[in-house]
């Protein structure tokens, strides 16, 4: 038998992630490659730099795409900021919080927990006891959106009082940049990385990263070189910076990066704030429709995601047959749900492109279809 080309079926992807992406940036991806290396694409790579800074909505000189999975975004603000022996605050009300704790622990560092339920916000409260508590701390780190469970906790305010107590932030920011308000600048995040699939609805396998000045400083005052070689920032920097003097680190992703410039050309021309308001327009769109239907949300309307709903499984349902049926009768991609939540609920993703009229309407309609069955 011989193996022949791989044809995906057309599938809705309003899962986690990745997310559905649009025919103009599919299409981006298969111009003609060229060197990584060749002026052209240093330009583009520096007309990228400017629409990340937008996206983010930070000056910081250092914002850039890491050539891998949103993973690689976090595993490289933890391994450059974090040095042996520094004390961490990691907050964890999700699988995203505990993987923090896991990379705080790998570079080196000392992590205090700050738990919270999952589908809760990050407590304000503790936090700040946290830091009371532990006046040695160096980097307080959170997620500003938890795609586990579809909570977000207030990055503004934990910003302010890491500031307050001259702390460093690390930021994750996977699911929230392009999808809810998400100020680098105004609210003084440090290190922030997010991912290119989810409400940027881009090919998957590149982490937009963004370093305050004051972030740098710290990498720049390291006494330890950064165990990652290739993660290592200080090397990185070099590559993607905007002088002549721009000398091979890696190759680039080249045509992943031709997709990114796509998908944020589209962002810039639509407008953050419209983006936004469309993510929460399409939202309580599908909420209406689920209320309609029967279903409970988990998280509380207040700290509800507009792009990461998670419906609790009605009693009697089984969760696998339903997402199967979705799959194969509609082409239909929903998330099943994770750690505590798996077989309860269902993670219903609004993100970019995907945050549109059509897909909500498929989504309502083939829900209630299957669920008669
Ligand atoms: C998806 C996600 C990640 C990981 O991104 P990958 O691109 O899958 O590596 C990290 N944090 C959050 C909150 C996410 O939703």
């Not at 800074?53 to 993973?71: C, H, L, M, R």
């Not at 999952?118 to 938890?146: C, M, N, Q, R, Y």
Request: proline fraction near 5%; glycine fraction near 8%.
């Amino acid at each position: 038998m011989t193996i022949q080309s791989f044809i995906p079926p057309k599938r809705i992807l309003m899962g986690p992630g990745p997310s559905d992406i649009s025919p103009q940036v599919l299409q981006a991806l298969s111009r003609p490659t060229v060197g990584h290396l060749d002026p052209l694409f240093i330009n583009m790579m520096d007309e990228l730099k400017q629409l990340l800074k937008y996206a983010f909505q930070t000056d910081n000189e250092f914002t850039i795409a890491v050539s891998a999975p949103g993973s690689a975004g976090m595993e490289a603000c933890f391994v450059n900021l974090v040095e042996p022996g520094d004390k961490v605050i990691v907050c964890r009300n999700g699988v995203f919080g505990d993987r923090m704790r896991e990379n705080v622990i790998r570079a080196g560092g000392s992590a205090v927990i700050v738990d919270d339920n999952w589908g809760e916000a990050v407590s304000i409260d503790k936090v700040e006891s946290a830091l009371k508590a532990h006046p040695d701390t160096k980097i307080l780190a959170f997620v500003h959106a938890e795609t586990s469970t579809g909570a977000q906790s207030d990055a503004k305010v934990l910003g302010k009082l890491a500031k307050q107590y001259g702390v460093l932030t690390i930021v994750d920011t996977v699911t929230s940049l392009a999808g809810i308000p998400l100020k680098v600048d105004e609210w003084q995040l440090d290190a922030v990385y997010s991912g290119s699939q989810k409400c940027l609805s881009c090919v998957p396998g590149l982490s937009p990263v963004t370093f305050s000045p004051l972030a740098i400083e710290k990498i720049q005052s390291r006494r330890t070189p950064v165990q990652s070689w290739f993660l290592d920032q200080s090397l990185v920097l070099g590559y993607w910076s905007g002088n002549d003097k721009r000398s091979y680190h890696h190759t680039a992703p080249v045509n992943s990066l031709y997709a990114l410039h796509e998908s944020l050309v589209m962002l810039k021309n639509e407008g953050l704030e419209n983006t936004w308001k469309r993510h929460q327009e399409m939202h309580n769109k599908l909420k209406n429709g689920l209320d309609k239907l029967g279903f409970e949300f988990v998280v509380e309307p207040e700290i509800r995601l507009p792009q990461l709903n998670t419906i609790l499984v009605p009693q009697g349902i089984d969760d696998a047959r339903v997402r199967g049926q979705l799959l194969n009768q509609y082409n239909l991609e929903i998330g099943a749900g994770l750690g505590d939540l798996a077989g309860k609920a269902w993670r219903i993703g609004l993100m970019g492109y995907g945050a549109r009229n059509e897909n909500v309407s498929l989504c309502l309609r083939a829900l209630e279809e299957v669920m008669v069955l």
